[in-house]
């Protein structure tokens, strides 16, 4: 179908979709979450080689800490003692502070599970708390760099019971044996995508990126 403005989405579905076909900033928006847009994949580029691996993506503006997407009814949903929690995301820019892919984090009553981000220099970091709280917590963080901007990356972080993993494309870029397992005291709180699980303003751990393929599994 014509593409008016050149955003990779037909003039036809933006018109059923309720968006602009002549303007290229205005894409089909994601359901229930009006902040939020679905970009088109990046062409592949120097930066970015091989084939598409998908048509479209949660575009996360990375503006503020509420730029995040919440998912509903993930409350119950907690790591246990084997985990793999992996993700396809393509950066645009590192935030200053930490740019989060995947937060189920809330800072009162010792709801504080678990955290998987990347760092300002683009290195990975994993990060669970045993009881809830900041102090009792095991992180895990890559050497900086591992993570490229204008690229779409595969990140996954591993936990057998013992030996915490980070992996980029498939390759393992840090690992280290602990103890404990991650707290499941997050009743309150709601799995988001893209920055923290704050209730309002605290500070912005929001990621500029485009990010696919969000996956938790035992």
Not at 25 to 52: E, W
Request: aromatic fraction near 8%; hydrophobic fraction near 30%; proline fraction near 5%.
């Amino acid at each position: 179908t014509t593409d008016t403005d050149g955003d990779g989405w037909g003039d036809d579905i933006e018109v059923e979709a309720g968006s602009s076909p002549s303007d290229e900033a205005d894409m089909p928006r994601l359901p229930r979450t009006p902040v939020h847009i679905l970009a088109s994949s990046p062409a592949p580029t120097s930066r970015n080689s091989g084939a598409r691996f998908c048509g479209s993506a949660a575009s996360l503006p990375g503006q503020s800490d509420l730029d995040r997407i919440w998912i509903d009814g993930s409350e119950s949903i907690h790591l246990g003692d084997k985990f793999t929690l992996e993700t396809r995301v393509y950066m645009r820019a590192f935030n200053a502070r930490s740019s989060i892919l995947v937060d189920k984090y809330r800072p009162t009553n010792n709801e504080r599970e678990y955290r998987f981000s990347i760092t300002p220099n683009g290195a990975l970091r994993m990060w669970f708390s045993r009881d809830g709280s900041s102090s009792n917590t095991v992180s895990l963080t890559s050497s900086d760099g591992v993570i490229g901007l204008e690229e779409w990356t595969h990140v996954a972080t591993t936990y057998n019971g013992v030996s915490l993993k980070l992996f980029v494309d498939g390759v393992i870029v840090a690992t280290e044996e602990v103890s404990g397992l991650p707290t499941q005291d997050g009743e309150n709180r709601r799995i988001a995508l893209g920055s923290n699980g704050f209730d309002s303003h605290f500070w912005d751990e929001s990621s500029n990126a485009l990010v696919d393929e969000v996956r938790l599994s035992d």
